[in-house]
């Protein structure tokens, strides 16, 4: 009998009702085998790249590339980090939050601590215009940067970006909620904002440029000023209409689509508003994975739209940096650079890269987790007489002896105690992940999988020899 691993259930302890189980970092991929229609890969590990100098202190709050170069904000300073790693300071842009970096076609411009800053690849500064206000966001154009305060939106002059008229402000105002970000998409500017997102199109004119597009407005907003990116030619954002709980939406041309499941919504609403508008939302296309991170405090929710539309259901797993239970999830602000993944850790100032031959965070262990739906005989009950792990073995690290356990639950509460067995050292490509005698089921019965990034494996397939009972 083969059982389904892309994702598991459990069910509530306070509430007779059934839970998603996602797995934790691993990444399903749906991609037939002749074994599976689809498998689990260990999550990316994350390698440092180069040291941190001394006198660098700080997190990582942005980074972008920009002329084949990568520039992340670390504390208070903006530095470039070449291939290898090296840090040059290039100035102060203030301590705070993450910023927002955006480039025109001479100039880098950072959005920081409330203050909008220019880099023109040689001299740091920053605007200084007393029209311009307080800077929130910022995005570039048609020759503009555009920035808001959270109740106007201005631009900058065409022959001067230094230079803000107080004439050209304009506003989002179908209702009275403040803007939170901005965004461009098919060279329209877009305000979203707490319960409504706006688009606008450039229309000229000697005042403000922009104009709002008429029938083009979504009922709903997002929570926090990064909790909005563009993904897949659309606006995703986590938030919500009036009077609504917040979600995962997908939004265009005036109306929005719910991606988040049950059990996301059920997950951020263990989150007040106030830390939901703390996590930050961005993407990820590689290998033929569309990727939406959705940062939260504790974890890093991430939904794949490319095997969604092949599965024809939504797929999320999660990604954390913990070995026990959840935490941070240590890799933020991915951006291609130098032919491969660059990110930094969201907890110091260290800079590195994604790599799918390891599956450690900055060289720690962390823990993969998985569960399966349940298993029913049609209320017969059934002796399990063995189960296998279908996988791809024998990856581990030189030297390291992996091992893997499982439990089960008959009720969706209670797990039995693991069974641990070997997972294959290095080179055992022929290693079979085999239990046997794994008792019986009166009813209905789940199968849940734990393993650390020593086990750097895939699962394809799981077989569960089951014999039925007659009553």
Known sequence: MQIPVLSGVYTSAGAPDVRLSYPVNMVPTPVPSGISQGYLRPGDGLVQVGSVPDGVSGVCR????????????????????????????????????????????????????????YYDGATLSQVTDPDLGVVLDVVFLDGYFCVTDGEFIAVTELAD????????????EIDPDPVVALLTI???????????????????????PFQRVDGAQIMRGAIGPKAACVFEESVAFIGSGRNEQPGVYVGNNGSS?????????????TFT?????????????????????????????????????????????????????????????????????????????????????????????????????????????AI?????????????????????????????????????????????????????????????RAQRFQGTSDAHLAVMRLEVGLEGLAY
């Open 62 to 117: 942005g980074a972008i590339n920009w002329d084949g170069v990568l520039y992340v904000v670390i504390g208070a300073n903006l530095y470039s980090i070449s291939a290898v790693g090296a840090y040059t300071d290039l100035g102060s842009v203030g301590d705070g939050g993450p910023v927002r970096m955006v480039y025109s076609f001479d100039r880098l411009a950072i959005a920081s601590s409330g203050s909008l800053y």
């Open 161 to 172: 970006p230094t230079s803000v008229l107080p004439f050209k402000y304009g506003s989002s």
């Open 186 to 208: 098919r060279n329209e500017q877009i305000a979203v904002n707490r319960y409504t997102i706006e688009m606008f199109d450039n229309v000229g004119g000697s005042n403000y």
């Open 257 to 269: 689509q719910k991606i988040s499941t049950v059990e996301v919504d059920r997950i951020l609403a």
């Open 273 to 381: 508003e106030q830390q939901l508008a703390l996590a930050v939302l961005e993407t990820r296309n590689d290998n033929a994975h569309s990727h939406l991170y959705m940062h939260l405090p504790d974890r890093t929710l991430v939904f794949d739209a490319s095997a969604s539309k092949a599965v024809e259901a939504a797929v999320w797993f999660t990604l954390t940096s913990s070995l026990v239970g959840f935490g941070q999830y240590r890799a933020r602000y991915f951006v291609w650079a130098y032919d491969r993944w660059c990110l930094c850790d969201p907890g110091s100032a260290r800079v590195g890269r994604a790599d799918q031959t390891v599956s450690t965070h900055w060289g720690d262990a962390v823990r993969w987790e998985f569960a399966t739906t349940f298993a029913y005989n049609e209320g017969k009950g």
């Open 384 to 444: 399990v007489n063995a189960i296998e792990l279908v996988a791809i073995t024998g990856r581990s690290a030189l030297g390291v002896d992996p091992t893997i356990s499982t439990s089960y639950t008959t009720d969706g509460v209670q797990w039995s105690q693991p069974r641990t067995i070997n997972a294959g050292t290095l080179g055992a490509r022929a290693q079979r992940l085999c239990w046997r005698k794994q008792g019986f089921m009166r009813n209905y």
